[in-house]
């Protein structure tokens, strides 16, 4: 694939820093799609825990659940007993988006935009989510899509008007190859693609285990991101923290911040924000192996 | 000793062995979402300017191999012999060489 594997890979893409921090200057807004193909590899644990991380720092951050007819981001972020209109009554002008918008009540720069739990994922009009994403351009510093896994139509809106996309993969084969289609429909489907324009890429590796990957049980870093030809975001630690933080209806950047998940996500963000961070693998000091991580990302 | 050779190494290695044929065969196929139909239509044409043939009897096969693919095209084309005294670009359907069906539609013209 020339396309891809002449671009540039690296732990930190020092371009895409310089772009971001550009924008900023001129306060656009950035809109992400956190995707992946497969399901169950931690999307809507990422955008929460990046959404939350970046909201800390005072941006204003919406997270978007496109997921519609199985919504969980609500249920993630805690706030699924105040849902009231959802992101189809905004597309269908039922409901303003100002009233579907739910502040977070632990940090007042987060908002999220749950998805229907009864329509159906048809009732998801390419226009309606243009016009929604316009308008919260206008508001926010982050607009962050939850994409649902596959690639149907609810995928393929999530990742339509992306500035960025975050590829989440397990270092697995199935979620390796599932993330690899995803990069083609991100080069090729996007608005930004289409224009002739280039939506930024980066893998976000979840549920890394580097005992394993050490003992050559588990694909490593550099294998993934070799096969991806895409440049690193972040490496999340496999953590019993993950679990215990939706338990409770929270980002694990807010129920634990010094956990080593945590502490990941909160480097990936400052990624996102164009500082330079070294990676490394955060660990709850157990074991040698653990001791961090540090390795090049490509 | 194979099973002590995974063992040893870790199983990682053919993950990422596997990953790698699998998924150059596949952006290929995606960035040609209908590669082998555009072949076999570009093959008829070319071939079908000096044969004639039926359309139907053309099979077009990709083996997917480790290191290389074949393409496989398969042409059925009536015997020459049959078509001699014909014209050039004779376009019956037919060609199986003991059909009889040839030999009547042959006779017709």
Sequence with gaps: ?298 | MRLFHLFRRGSAPIARERLQILLAHERVACSHPDLLGILREEIIAVIGRHVSFEPDKVQIKMDRGKSVSTLAVDIEIPNLDQMSGLVPRYNQPTARPDNSVFGMEGSEI
């Excluded at chain 1, 805690?78 to 849902?83: F, Q, W």
């Excluded at chain 1, 992306?162 to 608005?191: F, M, Q």
């Excluded at chain 1, 588990?218 to 991806?228: F, K, Q, R, T």
Aim: one cysteine or more.
């Design chain 1, 1 to 298: 694939m020339p396309a891809r594997s002449g671009m540039a890979r690296g732990r930190h893409d020092a371009n895409f820093g310089d772009e971001l921090r550009q924008r900023k200057v001129v306060t656009m807004a950035q809109v992400l799609v956190v995707t992946s193909g497969k399901g169950g590899v931690g999307k809507t644990t990422s955008t929460a825990s990046l959404g939350a991380a970046l909201a800390r720092d005072g941006a204003k951050v919406a997270v978007i659940d496109f997921d519609v007819g199985l919504r969980n981001l609500d249920l993630v972020l805690g706030a699924e007993r105040r849902v009231v209109f959802d992101l189809i009554n905004v597309i269908n002008g039922v409901a303003k988006l100002s009233q579907a918008l739910i502040r977070d009540k632990r940090l007042e720069t987060l908002y999220l935009l749950p998805a229907s739990q009864t329509r159906d994922k048809d009732a998801l009009s390419e226009e309606g989510v243009a016009k929604v994403i316009e308008e919260l351009r206008t508001k926010f510093d982050w607009i962050i899509c939850d994409s649902p896994a596959g690639i149907e139509r609810g995928a393929m809106l999530a990742m339509r008007y992306a500035d960025a996309a975050i590829i989440v993969t397990n270092p697995e084969v199935s979620s390796v190859r599932d993330s690899d289609r995803i990069i083609g429909l991100l080069d090729s489907k996007t608005r930004k693609a289409e224009r002739g324009e280039r939506v930024e890429k980066h893998v976000l590796i979840t549920r890394y285990n580097s005992v394993r990957a050490a003992r050559g049980e588990m694909l490593s870093i550099n294998d993934v991101l070799e096969i991806l030809s895409t440049p690193l975001l972040g490496i999340i630690p496999e953590s019993q923290e993950v679990l215990r933080a939706s338990n409770v209806g929270s980002p694990v950047t807010l129920n634990n911040p010094l956990s080593a998940p945590a502490r990941a996500y909160f480097d990936a963000a400052r990624r996102l924000k164009g500082e330079s961070v070294p990676m490394v693998v955060p660990s709850e000091g157990r074991g040698i192996f653990n001791k961090l991580f540090a390795r090049k990302a490509a």
